[in-house]
């Protein structure tokens, strides 16, 4: 059985400003709303194609086949070099399905993976002893804290 502490209950960490001024703009249910959607992936991820060297329509043919897709993804409505993928969700998480291993990455990595990026190298912070490359792992993102006293 997976420890209990690996349940799937994302949060997001406001800026107290920043907080305090979207409550106020937005009142608290809509603050709660915008705080659990900023956790979920996107339901209609986005790819942009190089249109100097293909095609939008030959993009979508080839990530059709790719992803094995029913049908193409659909040129975005307004910026023309961007294709629109379908989305599913939200999904039910089973960490049981990856045996309690487990990678921790960067920030930027996991914005990469929530867009549909392999996990890299430079972005792995820590791992389960004895993953090996292509298993299924749970992905868990290890958040950079600020350093008091220091600005940016």
Not at 59 to 75: G, I
């Amino acid at each position: 059985m997976i420890d209990a502490r690996r349940c799937f209950a994302p949060t997001v960490t406001w800026d107290p400003e920043v907080k305090a001024y979207f409550t106020h703009s937005f009142g608290q249910p809509a603050m709660e709303r915008i705080s659990q959607s900023l956790c979920r992936p996107s339901l209609k991820p986005t790819l942009r194609i190089n249109t100097l060297k293909t095609s939008t329509t030959d993009a979508a043919e080839a990530v059709r086949k790719q992803l094995k897709l029913e049908c193409a993804p659909l040129p975005h409505k307004y910026i023309h070099s961007t294709l629109v993928l379908p989305g599913t969700g939200p999904n039910t998480i089973d960490y049981d399905q990856c045996g309690g291993k487990e990678v921790v990455v960067n920030r930027y990595a996991a914005e990469a993976i929530l867009k549909g990026a392999q996990v890299y190298a430079p972005g792995l912070l820590a791992a389960t002893k004895g993953v090996l490359e292509g298993e299924l792992v749970a992905v868990t993102v290890a958040l950079e804290q600020q350093k008091p006293g220091k600005g940016g």
